[in-house]
């Protein structure tokens, strides 16, 4: 079976389902994007991590492991099926003996200032490592060398002021938000445009990519072109630019709600030929962005929460048939001062459902 993995600079590309749109209206946008493992982080259970492992396996390039004989669990921790939980215990450091077969590592919620170099010294088998709500400041440049094959990196609500030296190149999603980055526009990191640097994500083929509350004024430019998924909520954007999404070719959801979005300028979304969704609400857009229709794969679109007063007859569909490829599923427009009674029923031919489309009151 395919292998599904997941970055938070915030960095998966695990293909969640389309919502209904019946969801629409009780999920906030954080909601709508955080996944499986967002929800194991903040809610751990050994069960639920165990069962996944199992899933991740299937397909896995790294190959078979070899039986493992008798290990030590470090004191305090809880080790099962190649899983150690070591969080909620107050360490200061990186516990010792930790299995060599280890796939999944959790020392969150504990009191670690410093990563040493020797700290994962032969956990070459480690597949997801977090290390969320520590006081880490300093890690030292070899400290991941020995993880040759891991891919889940957690290190938000730490102290960082850099990003990590020598991240592994295995790596596909990578968690930093809530850090005193100052270098690398990250999550909850009052950062602007200029704080990207040339090659900061150079050797890393992300998925997914998370840059929220980070004051970013306009789309970067120079993010891996191998995303996924990119999500950008919760800044200060202000408009989409004709070539601000020409890198990003392989998108398949684009997150770009709660920001000051008054103009996506005609043919910038023309370079995402595969986006299947799209996330715009709650920001200051006056009519549905153009080229909509020329998007065969889009399934679902938030404009919920704008200021869009008039919905054209070939907004979402193309003319003509063969066109488009899928229906949508789902179009929110609901917080908007659109009269839906003005809005004609072929506005919406290519649709799957009635139900798909979501007015809504609208209140100034």
């Known amino acids: ?66 039986i ?17 939980q070591c969080s909620d215990l107050g360490l200061t450091e990186v516990p010792k003996n930790i299995p060599s077969d280890t796939k999944f590592l959790d020392l969150q919620n504990n009191r670690i200032r410093e990563l040493k170099e020797d700290d994962f010294k032969g956990l070459t088998h480690l597949y997801g490592l977090s290390l969320r709500n520590n006081q880490i400041s300093k890690v030292h440049p070899r400290t991941f060398v020995p993880l040759k094959h891991m891919q889940k990196l957690y290190f938000s609500k730490n102290l960082l002021t850099t990003i990590p030296r020598n991240l592994p190149t295995s790596l596909v999603e990578l968690r930093i938000h809530e ?18 640097e040339p090659g900061a994500f150079k050797g890393l083929k992300l998925n997914y990519l998370r840059i929220s509350e980070a004051k970013l004024t306009g789309v970067p430019k120079d993010l891996p072109e191998s995303l996924n998924e990119l999500h950008l909520d919760h800044n200060q954007i202000q408009a989409v630019e004709l070539e601000d999404l020409k890198r990003y070719k392989n998108l398949y959801r684009l997150g770009l709600g709660f920001n000051h979005i008054r103009n996506i ?37 938030y404009l919920h929460s704008n200021h869009i007063d008039r919905v054209g007859m070939d907004d979402f569909c193309p003319r003509g048939f063969g066109m488009k490829r899928t229906f949508y599923n ?27 489309v979501q007015f809504g009151n609208y209140k100034k």
């Open 179 to 196: 850090n005193r980055i100052r270098t690398v526009s990250m999550g909850a990191n009052p950062i602007h445009n200029s704080g990207f």
């Open 1 to 66: 079976r395919k292998q599904t993995v997941t970055v938070f600079i915030d960095i998966s590309v695990q293909f969640r389902p389309s919502l209904t749109p019946s969801q629409f209206p009780h999920m906030s946008l954080k909601d709508r994007v955080l996944g499986f493992w967002d929800f194991a982080m903040d809610n751990f259970d050994s069960s639920d991590i165990t069962t996944m492992m199992r899933d991740e396996e299937e397909g896995s390039a790294i190959g078979e492991l070899p």
């Open 265 to 301: 300028e005609n043919g910038s979304l023309s370079y995402l030929q595969l986006l299947r969704e799209l996330h715009l609400d709650n920001n200051r857009l006056t009519r549905v962005p153009r080229g909509l229709p020329e998007m065969k794969y889009l399934q679902v679109v």
């Open 68 to 84: 493992p004989g008798p290990s030590i669990c470090p004191f305090g921790c809880h080790c099962r099926l190649r899983v150690v």
């Open 330 to 356: 789902g179009i929110s427009l609901f917080g908007n001062p659109v009269n839906y009674w003005e809005v004609q029923p072929a506005a919406f031919r290519c649709v799957s459902d009635r139900l798909a």
